[in-house]
């Protein structure tokens, strides 16, 4: 069974700080990885997806990585604000179904 | 551009009582489409998923069921509330053929049983 696990629970950093969300799975046969952004009280928005064939995507300030192997994702932040400030989940998605498996999340807040 | 709506925003029930949370998507035809549950405390838990009219999968026994009459419908709903179905729920949809697979979510329902 797959489990996701992500680290730090919480982060609080402050403004301007580049910072690293970890994320880690047991199951190293994926199909894809995502990363979410969850304001409170709100859905879910994508962040970026990576193919497991794929070793890093970037949008913008925002860039992911993806070590297959070593069952590990890393979701990088440059120049943090104070509107990065929410809950940040990964998701992984086995290699023979639509399922998708989250982490618990890691709740980051970016100071002014 | 596609679009998910969840209604209602939130929900404040008996135990005991029926449910219905409905999900529509436009933009789209022929999306895949998920419900998820959202505990405190807890991660994401996927409960239903559909891959079309009629077709549905479950992922954990319990006291919900989900429903898709339409394309672009999917409904979610329960006979007898329990107070353990409190949660946020939450509307996916992917499109079908898409490679990437990219889940795409809607605003979400806070549903409290009491």
């Known amino acids: 069974k797959q489990e996701v696990t992500q680290i730090p629970a919480a982060l609080s950093v402050p403004e301007g700080e580049n910072l690293v969300l970890n994320c880690s799975f047991t199951d190293s046969a994926i199909y894809n990885l995502q990363w979410f952004r969850q304001d409170p009280g709100k859905g879910l928005t994508s962040l970026l997806l990576?193919?497991?064939?794929?070793r890093e995507q970037t949008s913008g300030r925002l860039n992911a990585s993806l070590d297959k192997s070593s069952g590990r994702s890393t979701l990088y932040i440059a120049a943090s604000q104070p509107g990065d400030s929410a809950t940040y989940l990964c998701?992984?998605?086995?290699?023979?179904?639509?399922?998708?498996?989250f982490g618990k999340g890691t709740l980051l807040t970016v100071n002014p | 551009s596609q679009t998910i709506h969840q209604w209602p925003a939130t929900l404040v029930q008996p135990v005991g009582s029926p449910l219905s949370l409905e999900c529509t998507v436009e933009g789209t035809s022929n999306p895949n489409l998920y419900w998820y549950r959202q505990a405190a405390g807890r991660g994401l838990q996927l409960l239903f998923y559909?891959?079309?009219?009629?077709?549905i999968s479950s992922e954990v026994p319990q006291n919900l069921s989900a429903s898709r009459p339409q394309d672009r419908q999917f409904i979610l709903s329960s006979k007898k509330l329990l107070l353990s179905d409190s949660g946020f729920y939450l509307c996916?949809?992917?499109?079908?053929?898409?490679?990437?697979?990219?889940?795409?979510f809607g605003p979400g329902t806070r549903l409290t049983v009491l």
């Open positions: 998701a992984v998605r086995g290699g023979s179904n639509y399922k998708l498996t």
């Open positions: 559909s891959v079309g009219i009629g077709q």
């Open positions: 996916a949809w992917s499109a079908r053929g898409n490679l990437r697979d990219e889940q795409f």
């Open positions: 990576i193919q497991s064939s794929q």
